[in-house]
Structures are given as C-alpha cells and as structure tokens.
C-alpha cells in the first residue's frame, strides 16, 4: 500500500510496511530508505533514548577510532581540524584531542550521559543540534558523527552542512544503522534498533549514497562493519520473548538482560560472518566533490 508521503531522499512515493497489527514503517520502493513515524511504529521502545552498555560502547567505539584512523590514512587526510555531531561522552574526541587535532563537537545532551568539564574546556562546544550549526566555510577537515544521523529532524541539511564546512578533499565518516538489515525483516518490531523512540529513519546503502552525492560528496565507500553493536541480534531475541519492552532503558537496562545478551553473542558473531547483511549497521566514507 502507498503512503502519501515521499521519500525524504529520493521523493518517491513511500510504501507502507506492515510489520504487525500495529506497527508499520514507510519503505522506499526506489532507495529501500525506510522512515519510521514513532505513533504508526511504537514498537515497545523503551522509555529514555539511552539503552546501551557503557563497556560495550567503549569496546566498538575503539574499532570505530581504528576503522576511522584506516579510512582517512587510505585516504592521505590527516586531519588538523575536526568536528562531531552528537558526541555523547565524548570518547573520541578524547582520543583526537591526544593526535594534537582542533577538535570541535556539537552535543544537544539528549542522551545525558556523562561528559566531563575538562573535555568542555579543551574543545569547541557548539550547544545546538546539528541541523542549527553554523560553520565557517572551508574550515575542518574531518566531519564525523557515530550513530546521529538516523535521529536527525533533517539529514540532509547536516549533509549540507558538512560539505560547506569541509575543505577541498576533506572526509565525512558516518556509522548508522542498516534499515535493509535482515535483522529488520527477521525480528520485525523486536529488532533493538526500534527500542530507542528517537531512531526516525534507517538509511540502505542506496539512500545514503544517493543523499550524500546531492550533498556534494564522491568517493562514497559504504561498508557493513561487523564490529558494531554487537548485542542488536542477542537484544532483540530478548525483546521478542518480551524482555525489557516499554521499560526506562530497555532489554539491557538489567544485568540479566546483560549476562544473557553475553552468552548468545558469540552465536550471533558467528552469523554476522557468514550472513554480511545480518549485520545491523552501515558505515560510510566520503570526501568532498571537488568543482
Ligand atoms: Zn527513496
């Protein structure tokens, strides 16, 4: 069935997809872009937009730092000023910080999660969201956000954003989640990346290339990292046998959820390996198109 929306990438007419009797996404027939309105797909979201788990953040944002560090080597940038959307605890600014990089962040504390007064000292803090940066032109050489752009009122301002800020040859970096995972079409409303109420919209590789190249960027490499969130396939098992559902921080908002999430991991580690679209999200390098 047709919605009257369009894809908010492509404009095509967006389909609805039934996930149950009453949760239903708008997927893109052109691009795969699934959008996710939150009344038409609650979902048992849980109730706050945190609901990871500090050590396992800590454990795929080092391969995140290492997979970024590879990417802008591969690609002769070595960054002198660099900005992140939506930093959170601010681990990898910490890390650029001990490169000797400027380092910019912009943080809309929507998570509250932690960050300490001497990291605020040593960057430049942009207190907005990342649709109200204002940038000077040609200013940074990296432009980086780990799972943001999925939360974003408007993407592709940001994209906008990122292009005009970016000097010649500068990078983007994005980690999000895969809106044509079969993690999606396998656990349906118990897939753990419809638990947090503020996940608006999946990209597919189609979707996010297409809005970057509109945006201004080429050497557009997609990848599906099979080092991020590594509990979504053990997580949503929990969520279909009902665990955590409609809670304040979701399945692993507890230590049971937690020991069980541990023990299946490796199962479904094992999966990821050898069914690559299992693997939940998308990671994306670009650099800015030259004119
Ligand atoms: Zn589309």
């Known amino acids: 069935m047709s919605s009257i929306t369009a894809c908010e990438i492509c404009k095509t007419p967006l389909n609805i997809w039934q996930l149950d009797s009453e949760n239903e996404l708008d997927l893109c027939p052109s691009c795969n872009h699934v959008e996710r ?8 979201a849980r109730r706050h937009p945190w609901g990871g ?6 454990f795929r944002l080092a391969l995140t730092w290492r997979s970024q560090a590879r990417a802008l080597q591969k690609r002769n940038v070595d960054p002198k000023d660099l ?10 600014l910490e890390r650029h910080l001990t490169e000797g990089r400027n380092v910019q962040g912009s943080e809309a504390e929507m998570l509250e999660r932690p960050v ?3 990291l605020l000292q040593r960057i430049v803090h942009h207190k907005v969201c990342a649709e109200d940066l204002s940038l000077a032109p040609e200013s940074i050489d990296l ?23 970016l000097r010649p040859n500068g990078v983007i970096h994005f980690v999000t989640p895969a809106g044509d995972s079969l993690g999606l079409k396998f656990f349906g409303t118990a897939w753990w990346n419809l638990e947090d109420p503020t996940h608006i919209r999946f990209f597919s590789p189609d979707s996010l290339k297409l809005a970057l190249s509109k945006a201004g960027f080429d050497r557009i490499e997609i990848r599906r990292p099979w080092w991020d969130s590594l509990g979504v396939e053990s997580a949503s098992l929990l969520r279909r046998l009902g665990l955590g559902n409609n809670s304040e921080h979701g399945a692993l908002g507890n230590s049971f959820g937690r020991v069980l999430l541990l023990m299946m991991m490796p199962l479904f580690f094992v999966l990821r390996t050898f069914v690559p679209k299992l693997r939940p999200s998308l990671e994306v390098v670009a650099q800015k198109r030259i004119v």
């Open 116 to 118: 300490g007064d001497d």
């Open 37 to 44: 309105d939150m009344k038409r797909c609650p979902s048992g």
């Open 83 to 92: 900005l992140e959307i939506g930093f959170g605890a601010g681990i990898l």
């Open 143 to 165: 432009f980086y956000g780990v799972h943001v752009i999925e939360h974003l009122l408007d993407p592709c301002k940001v994209f906008a954003t990122a292009a005009k800020s």
């Open 53 to 58: 788990v500090g050590a396992f953040d800590r």
